[in-house]
């Protein structure tokens, strides 16, 4: 992709020159003021000459703001406007007030197209993703999560299946749709650790379809992903992402000990008689009662 500086980046470069200039319009080269219309378009700037050199860097940091300007422009008259400003000769045809009044009214038409292509970017992204996954469930080596990850077994594991209160170690490689890398934890050659629950809802659903030691290739949906939102500028709006997974390690939870419980002490078994009560008949000896030896001891 190719990057495009910021329009506003210009701006203070093009200030130095209003400041230095005071009111007055800056000179111009005596040999620049001569009428080059009848030059041919591919005519070069003599780049061994300071001038030229300057010149020509100066129109291309022009250029690089005009071109981030997503709106149309008439660019007969930009130039124009160009040669008014700073051929004294030339009348200027607006004042300072109505140009700035003008150049707010283009920051509104570029702030209106930029969420117009925005939301028809983020469209085309769920019609893609729609289309990509009907036809990718049609392949029988595909199985599908409980909230609708599909993914590809690359290779079997053996161990635990994590559950969403344990943490796991993983290797993962993650892209866009269009092969676009964002991520890539085998290239640093570190794996990462992390809870189950720590992550997006897809990587959830799909880690608890996995065994230590598997290796998946997966297709997230946006909506168990980033969303609408995206992450800029790496993840787009309404973007489904694609990983390739293996399962490491799992750790899992270790149950926690309450160590204010106290353990419930077994049902105390009847008082001996003393002796000398052994001696009586035994039709005479008390009978306990059932409801009494069968009650747990209380909690303390």
């Known amino acids: 992709m190719k990057f495009k500086p910021n329009f506003y980046a210009v701006l203070p470069?093009?200030?130095?020159?209003?400041?230095?200039?005071?009111?007055?319009k800056p000179a111009v080269d005596p040999e620049a003021q001569a009428d080059t219309t009848a030059v041919s378009k591919s005519a070069l700037p003599d780049m061994n000459n300071p001038t030229d050199r300057y010149s020509y860097a100066l129109g291309m940091d022009l250029g690089k703001a005009i071109a981030n300007v997503n709106v149309p422009l008439n660019m007969d008259v930009l130039m124009g406007a160009i040669k008014d400003q700073v051929d004294a000769d030339r009348p200027v045809q607006m004042?300072?007030?109505t140009a700035e009044s003008a150049l707010q009214d283009l920051l509104l038409q570029m702030q209106k197209k930029k969420e117009s292509d925005e939301k028809a970017q983020a469209q085309k992204a769920l019609d893609e993703q729609k289309e990509f996954l009907a036809k990718n469930a049609k392949d029988s080596t595909i199985k599908l999560t409980p909230k609708g990850v599909q993914y590809k077994i690359l290779k079997e594991g053996t161990g635990l299946v994590p559950k969403v209160s344990d943490k796991v170690q993983v290797h993962y490689i993650g892209a866009l749709l269009d092969g676009t890398e964002f991520d890539n934890s085998v290239k640093r050659g570190e794996p990462l650790e992390f809870p189950v629950s720590a992550v997006i809802e897809g990587w959830q659903d799909l880690l608890q379809m996995m065994k230590e030691g598997m290796k998946v290739k997966a297709w997230i949906p946006s909506g168990l992903a980033y969303g609408e939102a995206g992450v800029p500028p790496m993840i787009?709006?309404?973007?489904?992402?694609?990983?390739?997974?293996?399962?490491?390690?799992?750790?899992?939870?270790?149950?926690?000990v309450d160590s204010t419980a106290v353990p419930v002490a077994p049902a105390a078994a009847p008082a001996a008689e003393p002796a000398k009560a052994e001696a009586k008949p035994a039709e005479k000896k008390p009978e306990a009662k059932p409801a009494e030896a069968a009650k747990p001891a209380p909690k303390k």
């Open 236 to 256: 787009p709006a309404n973007a489904m992402l694609v990983f390739e997974v293996e399962l490491l390690k799992v750790y899992a939870e270790v149950p926690a």
């Open 95 to 97: 004042t300072d007030s």
């Open 13 to 24: 470069i093009l200030g130095i020159f209003v400041a230095c200039g005071g009111g007055q």
